[in-house]
């Protein structure tokens, strides 16, 4: 039936694309139940036919764009290609990943179909047939439930939360062409990777960061001791990133890593949706923080509100006590 | 090189906002208000084209009365005009009426390039720049954290962010919109006094009224409505741990280990 049908805008580049695609899926899967359409998919990159045909496994329809024009991503193609699959779909939903590339093309859409855009949504709610969408607002410390009165709906999905669903369709593949952008005026010149440096603390079981709550550069050093107390690796916010005090590759967060330790420690960290994004799904979270508002004791196991230049050296110290020689760096 | 920039004057960072009592807004009652911190940046990154191109730098914000303090920091960083949309009746939330309001007043003015924040701290939508840029018909990167202009050949190449360290190289033609992503450049200190001094500079006033933007669609029919604002839930979880530091490590620690975690 037109009208019900839902799209959702995979990715096929890297960094985030898995996340981000199972996220959809299972969202899309919701939806298209209580909403009895199809599930779409667009499916835009280059080289992208086995990603497509495992997409195929879990929706109605794969749309490929298949192309060497979008190697790299072209907010300009992407767009144009987006506009026309909907614009022909004419569908009730269609969601995005809320990634670089989501947060990028969602709006970019909306724009042109004079519709609204609800980013960074976590939860969907479906009642008597009517959508509404849970997002953040206030640097998290605030929800809204929101409701939009135009079709298409248009959303970006925070990632994670999801399991990977079992491929349960069999759909088809239909190619779809992409032509060259008339007067491009953004032109992707080339993507790079982030340079190897050696660091994973994605792999570590134990990770303690510090945020800007830290103050000096030289308090870090608490974090550290801590860390390595715990037998664990240090990591930090974004902020500590720009300051020019680490590389990417100890910051946690959406445009960091993300992270799922048995153990989050977040020192002076606030809470912010995009550092969650990075460390939500750790086992077991605790936040040390002045502020008892912070949005992160909403992602808690354990909270203490203080000054972490008071409590994180005693924790060392107590860790220290309690592990004795359990560190398995002091053993070797 | 002429560079428009956008301000936005926000509920400050370091507080959560009480709901007012509809359920659908916050309060502003003896909320404090700031830039928003993406914006901060969006500012340095003007200031700092402008030092390599020469021009000027505007710097333009859209809300209430109070939202002129926005201009006076961002003369105190230098900027070189600064124009206040003066909106009492939706103060500056409206990202409908932002939009038709930016392009109104940034049509009269000549640019090579426009920043805006990447995205505003208080609805987190990231919306208002590529809004602008659909609005003007001029091109629009995101995330951008490293811009090389070459205003001479209506150029230039930046950098943006892709998520998880991947970056993209990107050449787009000017005029352009590009939104900065934090830490494009090291925010640099802005002295109180500069603030103060700065308040007896010139604010060029606009009101949405005198825009003659048409206002049906702006409000109950907008693209998105807030049905209900909330405090996050924890669900009861979070076990707040208590006493002086000494004795709040002491009992975290000895939970962890319990819970086999240490
Ligand atoms: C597209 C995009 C991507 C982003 N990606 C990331 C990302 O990957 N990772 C990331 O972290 N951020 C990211 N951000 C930035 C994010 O929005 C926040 O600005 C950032 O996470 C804030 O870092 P913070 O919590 O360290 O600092 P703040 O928000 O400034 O918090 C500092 C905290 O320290 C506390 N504090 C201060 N002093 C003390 C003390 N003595 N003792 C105890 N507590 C104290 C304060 O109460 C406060 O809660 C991104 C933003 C955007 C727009």
């Avoid at chain 1, 004079?114 to 976590?122: I, K, L, P, R, T």
């Avoid at chain 1, 491009?184 to 010149?189: D, H, T």
């Amino acid at each position: 039936m037109a009208g019900a049908d839902v799209i959702i805008v995979c990715e096929a580049g890297k960094g985030q694309t898995e996340a981000a695609n199972t996220r959809l899926i299972a969202i899309g899967e919701e939806l298209t139940r209580h909403c009895s359409g199809r599930l779409l998919c667009l499916l835009a990159g280059h080289d992208i036919g086995t990603k497509a045909a495992e997409l195929s496994r879990h929706v109605d329809e794969v749309c490929v764009a298949d192309s060497p024009l979008l190697a790299n991503y072209n907010p300009e193609a992407h767009l144009k290609i987006a506009q026309t699959l909907v614009e022909e779909l004419q569908p009730r939903v269609v969601l995005f990943g809320h990634t670089f590339i989501g947060m990028d093309l969602a709006p970019r859409l909306a724009s042109r179909l004079g519709v609204g855009v609800a980013s960074n949504c976590f939860d969907v709610r479906i009642e008597n047939d009517a959508l509404s969408f849970m997002r953040p607002m206030y640097r998290g410390r605030i929800n809204a439930r929101v409701v939009m009165d135009f079709r298409p709906i248009i959303v970006t999905l925070q990632l994670g939360g999801a399991e990977p669903p079992a491929a349960g369709r069999a759909g088809t593949v239909r190619r779809i062409d992409v032509g060259p952008v008339e007067n491009a005026k953004i032109k992707p010149l080339r993507t790079i990777e982030p340079a190897p440096t050696g660091i994973d603390i994605a792999k570590a079981d134990i990770v303690v960061a510090g945020g800007r709550g830290i103050g000096e550069k030289q308090n870090f050093t608490l974090v550290a001791e801590l860390a390595e107390a715990l037998g664990g690796v240090p990591a930090c916010s974004r902020p500590l990133v720009d300051m020019g005090w680490f590389g990417t590759s100890h910051q946690v967060g959406l445009s960091g890593n993300t992270v799922k330790p048995k153990l989050y420690i977040a020192c002076g960290i606030s809470g912010a949706v995009e550092h969650l994004h990075g460390m939500k799904e750790s086992k077991t979270i605790v936040a040390i923080n002045k502020d008892p508002d912070a949005p992160i004791f909403k992602v808690a196991h354990y909270g203490v509100v203080g000054d972490l230049n008071e409590i994180v050296p005693q924790l060392t110290r107590e860790v220290r006590a309690v592990r004795g020689g359990k560190d398995p760096r002091r053993e070797t | 090189m002429k560079i428009v920039t956008f301000a936005k004057h926000v509920p400050s960072s370091v507080v959560t906002p009480r709901i007012a009592h509809s359920g659908d807004r916050i309060d502003e009652d003896g909320l404090s208000h700031e830039v928003n911190e993406a914006d901060l940046y969006a500012i340095e990154e003007a200031l700092y084209q402008r030092s390599l191109h020469k021009g000027s730098v505007t710097a333009i914000t859209i809300g209430p009365g109070r939202a002129k303090e926005a201009l006076h920091i961002a003369y105190a960083k230098g900027v070189d005009q600064a124009i206040q949309v003066v909106d009492e009746a939706l103060r500056g939330v409206n990202p409908v009426l932002n939009v038709m309001a930016a392009a109104k007043v940034v049509k009269k003015l000549e640019y090579d390039m426009i920043f805006a924040g990447i995205q505003a701290e208080d609805d987190l939508q990231g919306q208002f720049g590529i809004g602008l840029a659909e609005a003007l018909g001029i091109p629009a990167v995101t995330a951008v954290t490293e811009i090389r202009a070459s205003p001479g050949e209506k150029v230039a190449t930046v950098m943006r962010e892709l998520g998880g360290g991947f970056k993209e190289e990107i050449e787009v033609d000017l005029p352009c919109l590009l939104t900065i992503q934090f830490g494009i450049r090291r925010l640099r200190y802005t002295p109180v006094m500069a603030i103060v001094r700065s308040r007896s500079r010139k604010i060029e006033q606009v009101t949405v009224e005198s825009l003659a933007i048409p206002t049906e669609g702006l409000q109950g029919n907008a693209p998105l409505r807030v049905m209900k604002l909330s405090y996050p839930e924890d669900g009861g979880r979070c076990e707040l741990i208590r006493g002086s530091a000494e004795e709040a490590a002491r009992k975290l620690v000895h939970k962890l280990v319990e819970a086999g975690v240490v």
